[in-house]
């Protein structure tokens, strides 16, 4: 069993930054895809941002140039930095990770609990 625990979620004015953390514990063998997702009231769960195993990075365009995630693939945790925060950027945001457990099977994809962003204008 994988867990993840984001913290760094809080209230923030417009123009501020915050940095998010996600940590992964339990059977790792390896962590291939990681990233972010938010989601606001009353809309669908959207991709923030992702990044391989091998630091290939995608983004969602309206966070381009303002969010930066990265990754520590040895004690496995995600990163993710936003800066030039917008109201449009409240929402919760939920990490996961594509989690290996043993070289004997495929990947489970697992879910933070998520953390609120709050951006007061």
């Known amino acids: 069993q994988v867990q993840l625990v984001e913290s760094g979620g809080g209230l923030v004015q417009a123009g501020g930054s915050l940095d998010l953390s996600c940590v992964a514990s339990?059977?790792?063998?390896?962590?291939?895809?990681l990233g972010w997702y938010r989601q606001a009231p009353g809309q669908q769960r959207d991709l923030v941002a992702q990044?391989?195993?091998?630091?290939?990075?995608n983004y969602q365009d309206s966070v381009k140039g303002r969010f930066t995630i990265s990754r520590d693939n040895v004690q496995n945790i995600a990163y993710l930095r936003m800066s030039s925060l917008k109201p449009e950027d409240t929402a919760v945001y939920y990490c996961?990770?594509?989690?290996?457990?043993?070289?004997?099977?495929?990947?489970?994809?697992?879910w933070g609990q998520g953390t609120q962003v709050t951006v007061s204008s």
């Open positions: 339990g059977s790792i063998l390896r962590v291939y895809t």
């Open positions: 996961f990770m594509e989690v290996q457990a043993t070289d004997h099977e495929g990947y489970q994809t697992y």
């Open positions: 990044i391989t195993r091998g630091q290939v990075t």
